[in-house]
């Protein structure tokens, strides 16, 4: 029988908040700086949203946006850095979590070890947090881009390796949350733990592979089946 989990990981963006929250106010910083910059803002506006919308963690969108927008490709290097700084630096006054996240946390780390692990820029993921109100809640935090950039983002192995450390338990014996199956569940399958995966936000409709131990519509609904593995009340099909 599977060994029950002895900590638990939790995802941030569209686990914890609706990540689509924090990049409607990022792209309106972008438009601003655009026209700051004497280009025409609403328009570059309109073409990152469409550009955040395909893939929100692809790189290059603000370069993509400004050729939609018609911004001739020589000017890109004069405008990019601009645009990048006014999206990295945006920082969100607030982010309104899922409901019952908050109290999720604290049944969590009232029963186990509970660490978010995250990909990212850290400056960005730091500011998500922030504007949250969850980092009291969240005892230890590891932005994976910390670790080796992208290349260290999940699945990559190595943030849930380091943080399982931190956690003080064995990777293989954590039990993690999130929404993307090529993220969240892959890292989880990495290391030999198990994932619960919620079905929200911008991968709601991703197809559930790898397959999770279980898949659920809410982090309450997460969170349930969490506390069941965690006291070994619930047993593996």
Do not use: W
């Not at 943080?163 to 199956?181: K, M, Q, S, T, Y």
């Amino acid at each position: 029988m599977t060994r029950r989990p002895l900590a638990v990981v939790v995802d941030l963006d569209d686990t914890l908040y609706p990540q689509a929250e924090y990049l409607a106010g990022a792209a309106v910083a972008v438009g601003a700086a655009a026209t700051a910059a004497g280009v025409d803002g609403a328009r570059v506006h309109e073409a990152l949203v469409r550009e955040l919308a395909a893939g929100s963690d692809a790189g290059g969108t603000i370069d993509r946006a400004l050729l939609a927008a018609g911004v001739p490709a020589a000017e890109l290097p004069l405008l990019v850095p601009g645009l990048v700084a006014a999206f990295t630096g945006f920082q969100p006054e607030r982010l309104s979590p899922y409901p019952g996240v908050a109290a999720g946390l604290r049944a969590l780390a009232a029963v186990a070890p509970l660490g978010c692990l995250t990909d990212g820029n850290p400056v960005i993921q730091d500011a998500k947090l922030a504007a949250t109100g969850l980092l009291p809640l969240l005892p230890v935090v590891l932005v994976t881009d910390t670790l080796g950039g992208r290349a260290a983002r999940k699945p990559a192995p190595v943030g849930l390796l380091a943080l399982a450390e931190a956690l003080g338990v064995p990777a293989d014996r954590v039990l993690v949350i999130g929404d993307r199956p090529g993220k969240d569940v892959a890292v989880a399958a990495a290391v030999g733990a198990r994932a619960v995966r919620i079905r929200q936000g911008e991968y709601a409709s991703a197809p559930d592979e790898p397959r999770a131990e279980a898949v659920v519509d809410s982090f309450p609904a997460a969170v349930d089946v969490a506390l069941g593995l965690l006291d070994g009340a619930v047993v593996p099909a």
